[in-house]
């Protein structure tokens, strides 16, 4: 479909600008240029001031710009403000000292010093007030009445600057190498962690993932003519769960430099979180400890793990098992909690709403789709979609769409009710391994989102998952068995006329298939007890002659 098109920086107005001499150390030039909403290249590497009105604004006519009002400098201004950026690498020709790597040289220009941006922890409890907050330096996992813990930010201080301040911000950060920025995660530093020393940033580039135009797949199985698949699995370990473990980790780093008494970090799994966990904490040094439920995930989740140093428990239960004894031993032991009861992680996660509402040069889109297990990630999309909202970038946020696998879907049953009352249920094996819970942690939070959002619940079969899936990788994807639950969720309420043929539409895609292979090839196979698996693609086993071979093709090429 036409989009939008964002504000193209062209090469024209680049040279005009270098002959007005503007590449001074008070005003450079970033250099990116968009087009239709997403980034097709750069020319020019970035320096950033931290946000501040008394030194820099946006030039909106060119949100790639940034000028350094000389005026503004002042002797009580933190030491980020007072430098003046390098001349950009783009512009001057110049790269950083050899002996310096990104991390060294964001160090070197004293990035990442707060300008008064601030978060802290406070009980998650809509409509209600209270005084009690926590720093986000403690180790805290619940409010003294024990309901789970929110992040919640300094709203007036992040509103002292508008909408296309903040859009022309985050736009300008987008596939850069500049430290920490060049992550999706970290160019919305502001609205993640605002006062963690960059240096004690642990990341790997994670986010920027692909939003994927579901052409045949929208057109063909369900008439939808702007349907898209966020890729979340096209990531560092392939989920999503590294949009928020690079958060926690990063402040366990920071926790550990500040000398507060934690030994490694810990989670319950049932697959993602581990992957996730154990590669930040390999790269931070850190050891992690991890609690799997035996038997229940697959060798490429289990593997991952194992590869990057974790201490790995195979638990005799399943994940809601896993979790009790996480909980347990963390309570006992210096050991910091992993799981999406630390509400650190969602500060990651929210920023692929932020990431969709960029790749669509700013427009809201009609339904968000989420698949759902412990339900922390639908939580997370509303509270990015939310703030980009209160803060003046959109006007709107879309319909959130929460999918459950229906072996185990408490909040399905529980949006059945008419959200009267909340059951655990005893989750069943699901190919959606990853959300097989029956008791999620965030079960307030999620029902919070999807009633502040118009939401829906929605659950899917195993056979409509698979199918789903099947139907996706025959249209060009590769997707994983979380996503075919939100694919069959789409295909349902398209049949019931709630989601309309224009309406545009995102699936958000939260692990990579390759993670899943076994169940691909089971279905495929034909393997899957009681499962038709109607779009099996099996091998054709052929002798190995000229006219053997060419029988079957034009057998099968007469069919095409």
Not at 42 to 56: F, G, V
Not at 188 to 208: M, Q, R, T, Y
Not at 476 to 505: E, Q, W, Y
Request: net charge neutral; proline share 5%.
């Amino acid at each position: 479909m036409a989009m939008a098109s964002s504000t193209m920086l062209q090469g024209a107005s680049f040279l005009q600008n270098k002959r007005a001499g503007i590449q001074s150390n008070q005003e450079w030039q970033m250099g990116s240029q968009y087009k239709s909403g997403r980034q097709v290249g750069s020319q020019h590497r970035q320096r950033w001031l931290s946000p501040d009105p008394k030194i820099t604004t946006f030039n909106l006519r060119n949100p790639g710009c940034v000028r350094a009002e000389p005026q503004a400098v002042s002797a009580d201004l933190e030491p980020e403000a007072k430098s003046a950026p390098r001349e950009s690498n783009g512009t001057s020709g110049r790269r950083r000292h050899s002996d310096h790597n990104i991390r060294e040289e964001a160090r070197v220009l004293g990035t990442g010093v707060s300008q008064g941006f601030s978060a802290k922890y406070v009980p998650f409890c809509p409509g209600s007030k209270t005084d009690e907050d926590y720093s986000l330096d403690e180790i805290v996992y619940r409010s003294r009445s024990g309901a789970l813990l929110d992040v919640q930010h300094d709203m007036d201080a992040l509103k002292r600057y508008d909408g296309k301040y903040w859009r022309g911000l985050f736009d300008s950060r987008v596939g850069k190498t500049t430290w920490p920025y060049g992550s999706g995660v970290w160019s919305k530093k502001e609205w993640v962690l605002p006062e963690i020393d960059n240096d004690h940033i642990v990341s790997a580039f994670e986010g920027n993932s692909n939003l994927f135009w579901a052409e045949r797949y929208g057109k063909e199985i369900l008439g939808m003519n702007d349907l898209w698949v966020k890729h979340c699995g096209i990531s560092h370990t392939g989920s999503f769960k590294d949009l928020g473990m690079t958060v926690l980790v990063s402040q366990v780093n920071r926790l550990r430099k500040m000398n507060k008494p934690v030994v490694g970090v810990g989670c319950a799994s049932t697959g993602d979180t581990s992957a996730a966990l154990s590669a930040y904490c390999a790269a931070a040094g850190i050891p992690a400890i991890v609690f799997l439920p035996a038997n229940r995930i697959s060798i490429a989740q289990l593997v991952q793990p194992i590869a990057n140093g974790a201490l790995v428990l195979s638990l005799d239960t399943d994940f809601d098992g896993c979790m009790r004894l996480i909980r347990e031993v963390t309570a006992e032991l210096p050991i910091y909690l992993a799981n999406s009861l630390n509400s650190l992680r969602l500060e990651g996660q929210k920023t692929a709403a932020i990431e969709i509402l960029q790749q669509f040069d700013w427009e809201v889109p009609d339904w968000v789709i989420v698949p759902g297990g412990n339900l922390g990630n639908i939580y997370a999309f509303y509270k990015g979609f939310q703030m980009c909202k209160e803060l003046g970038l959109v006007n709107d946020i879309p319909r959130l769409v929460c999918a459950q696998a229906a072996n185990a879907n408490p909040l399905y049953l529980y949006y059945k009710s008419g959200w009267n009352e909340f059951k655990p249920v005893t989750a069943n094996s699901t190919f959606a391994s990853a959300i097989q819970i029956g008791d999620p942690v965030s079960i307030d939070r999620a029902v919070y989102a999807l009633r502040n959002s118009d939401g829906i619940v929605e659950e899917a079969t195993e056979e409509e998952l698979m199918d789903a899936a099947a139907l996706a990788d025959l249209k060009g994807m590769f997707i994983c068995p979380h996503t075919g639950v939100a694919l069959a969720a789409l295909t349902k309420l398209r049949s019931k006329g709630i989601i309309g043929l224009n309406d545009r539409t995102v699936v958000v895609s939260t692990a990579h298939g390759l993670k899943f292979t076994q169940s691909k090839i089971d279905y495929h196979s034909k393997a899957i007890p009681d499962m038709k698996c109607e779009y099996a693609n099996p091998p054709f086993p052929v002798k190995a002659d000229f006219s053997s071979v060419m029988d079957v093709l034009k057998k099968k090429l007469a069919l095409l």
